[in-house]
C-alpha cells in the first residue's frame, strides 16, 4: 500500500473515502468484494499511480472489468505488499528455527563442557583411587556422563534434521510465492510486470548480441460482444484457452504473456519477421478453425478469431519502440478485418 493510500485510511477523511470508494465501485458495476475495494481504495485515493491509471484505460474500454481482470491488476499493481507478507512469515518461522537450533547447540556444549570436567575429576580420583570399589564408582559416573553426551547430540541431530526439512519446506513455498508473483492467475501466462520486466532484459541481450528479437501482440476479436452475450465466465474460458495455444507454440526461450484484459504479447528472441510470421499465422489459423463449446449448456460458441501486430526490432530500438510498433501494427490489424496478421516493417515500407 502506498503512503498516499495508507494517510488517507487513517486521516480525518477516512469514512468519507470509504464511502466515495463504494460509490466509484457502483459506478463502475463491480461487486464490492474485498480485492475490489482494496484496487478501488488505491484507484480513488491515489489517481495518479500507475495502478490508477491503468484502470482509468480499463473502465474507458469496452472489456468488462471481471475477477480476472481484478487479480490481473493485483498481480501486477499490489504483488509487493503481498510478496512481503511471505517473506516477512517465512522470516519469522526461520528466526524460530535458528533460535531452537542455537538453544540446542548451546546444549549440547554445556554437557560437553560437563563431560570434560567429569574425564578431569575422573582421572584425578583414579589416581588416588584404592579397591575395584571407588574404581566402580568412578566408571558408573562416567558412564552416566557419557549417556547424558549421547542423549543432548542426538537431539541436537534431530533438530537439525526437523530445522533442514523446515529450511527445504520454505523455500519450496517462496519458490511458489515467487512463481505466482510472476504469473497471471487466470491463464498460467507470464503476467505483464514479468513481461515488461523480460522484454527490457531480452532488447539488452539482443543488443549485446546482436541477434534479432520480434514482438507480436494478439488481441481477442469482438471479445466484448463476446463477453456480453455468454456472460464472463466464459469470456475467461476463451481467454485461457487463447492462452493455453499461445503458451504452447512459446516454449523457452519465447515468452508469452497476458498483457492486458484481451491482449497478449509473445517475445520471440533470437528470431526475424519471416519465420515469426509463419509462427503467428499457424495459431491464427488453428484459433480460427477451432469450435467452441459452452461448459454449462454445451451451446455451440463456434469460432473466435484473433488479430496480431508483430515488430522485429531495430540495431539500437528499445523496448518501448518495439512495443509501439506492434501495437501500430495490430491496430493494422483491426483496421483491416480482424483475423489476421500485420507486420510493423511491412507498414513501414507501404508508408514510404
Ligand atoms: P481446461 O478446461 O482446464 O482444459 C485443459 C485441457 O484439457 C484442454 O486444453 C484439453 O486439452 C483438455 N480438455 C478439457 N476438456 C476437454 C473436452 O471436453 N474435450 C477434449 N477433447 N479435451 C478436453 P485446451 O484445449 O488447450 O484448453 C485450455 C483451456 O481453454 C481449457 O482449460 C478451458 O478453460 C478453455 N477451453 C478450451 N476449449 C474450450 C471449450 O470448447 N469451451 C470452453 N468453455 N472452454 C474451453
Redesign the pocket.
Known sequence: MTAQVETALRGPEAYALAHRVIDSMQQASVWPTPLNYELWLHYVSDPDSPLSREMQRLLAGDTPFTEATAEMLAAEFLPRGRLSEEIRDVGAVLNRELAAVAEAIDNARQTQAAYGETLTSASEKMQGAEGTTDLSAIVSTLSSATRRVQHHTSTLEKRLESSNREVLRLREHLEQVRRDAMTDALTNLANRKTFDEQLARLCEEAETDGKGLTLALVDIDHFKRFNDTWGHQ?GD?VL??VA??LGRIARDPRVAARYGGEEFAVIFPGETRGTVEAALNAIREEIASRS????STNDDLGAVTISVGFAERHVGETALSVLERADAALYVSKRSGRNCVTDAESMAQAAA
Open positions: 466464459t474460458q485461457r484457452y493455453s495455444v467452441l463449446r459452452r461448459r
